[in-house]
């Protein structure tokens, strides 16, 4: 899209790039499209060109959204002797077919998805994509790696992890507070391979009330050095939910199968809230 009235300051400027905005949006409408990157690109008349960019987190065909990502990025556009020529392009775009307006309106208590999105296009242009990140699934069944971060602007690539480990959420519960990587623990057990009766942790004694378990996690056996590294194919982990006796829950897991040549090994890598 392209803007050739004259323009000599900077709400001439603003002004004029509403006016692509608009047009851009309606012509993605028409083709049930929506922008995921936008760059503006100002001809100035001393043959000097000036750009700007955002992005967002998902297809957007909204103006006035849009219009508000551009307001800090044009506050460091300056006209100087005026621009000749001012194009809106749209390099990255998504499906985005019409959506059904809910009957009844939001009630206040929740954002929604919608403003959700908005909220992070705006951090993430105001304060740099790299500063805003959310939670990815990544192909590995072992709790402290089965996330990565990813900056909220980047495309998903969830499809790869999902066609390896299904949709790559458990059915059991998980912990509110996932421990970056699990913490020794001493164990006391009626039975080897059985759930512990007491253990200490950070030099305080917790005595179990209940023990739910074990849920069984391997390893991930798809890498290529699994079947030539026997300490990661004994990289075997039997976790169980337990309560202590003053109500708190944690989730703790024994380090391998039971084996009579080593005593086995325990592990905290959670708390229940």
Not at 6 to 16: C, K
Not at 118 to 144: C, F, I, K, T
Not at 226 to 238: T, V
Not at 244 to 260: C, K, L, M, S, T
């Amino acid at each position: 899209m392209a803007f050739a009235e004259p323009i000599g300051h900077a709400d001439d400027v603003a002004r004029a790039t509403r006016a692509l905005i608009d047009d851009l949006c309606r012509r993605l409408a028409a083709a049930h499209r929506g922008a995921r990157r936008l760059e503006l690109v100002l001809f100035r008349t001393d043959a000097t060109v000036a750009r700007a960019a955002i992005g967002t987190s998902r297809p957007v065909r909204s103006p006035g959204h849009l219009e508000r990502l551009f307001r800090h990025p044009l506050e460091g556009l300056d006209p100087s002797f005026g621009v000749k020529v001012m194009i809106l392009a749209a390099p990255a775009v998504d499906p985005l077919p019409p959506a059904q307006d809910p009957l009844v309106a939001d009630n206040g208590n929740s954002p929604g998805d919608e403003a959700a999105a908005q909220l992070v296009d705006r951090l993430s242009n105001r304060l740099g994509s790299r500063h805003v990140v959310h939670l990815m699934p990544r192909a590995s069944h072992l709790p402290e790696r089965a996330c990565d971060e990813r900056p909220a602007l980047a495309e998903s690539s969830a499809g790869e992890v999902v066609a390896l480990l299904g949709d790559g959420r458990s059915r059991r519960p998980r912990p509110v507070h996932l421990l970056p990587w699990p913490e020794p623990i001493e164990v006391v057990a009626p039975v080897p391979d059985g759930p512990p009766a007491l253990f200490r942790w950070r030099r305080a004694q917790h005595r179990v009330a209940a023990a739910e378990g074990p849920e069984r996690i391997g390893p991930e056996w798809w890498l290529e050095d699994y079947g030539h590294d026997p300490e990661r194919q004994a990289q075997i982990r039997d976790y169980y939910r337990i309560e202590d006796a003053g109500g708190r829950r944690f989730w703790v897991f024994r380090d391998g199968p039971y084996r009579p040549d080593r005593p086995p090994r325990w592990y905290l890598h959670g708390l229940f809230a």
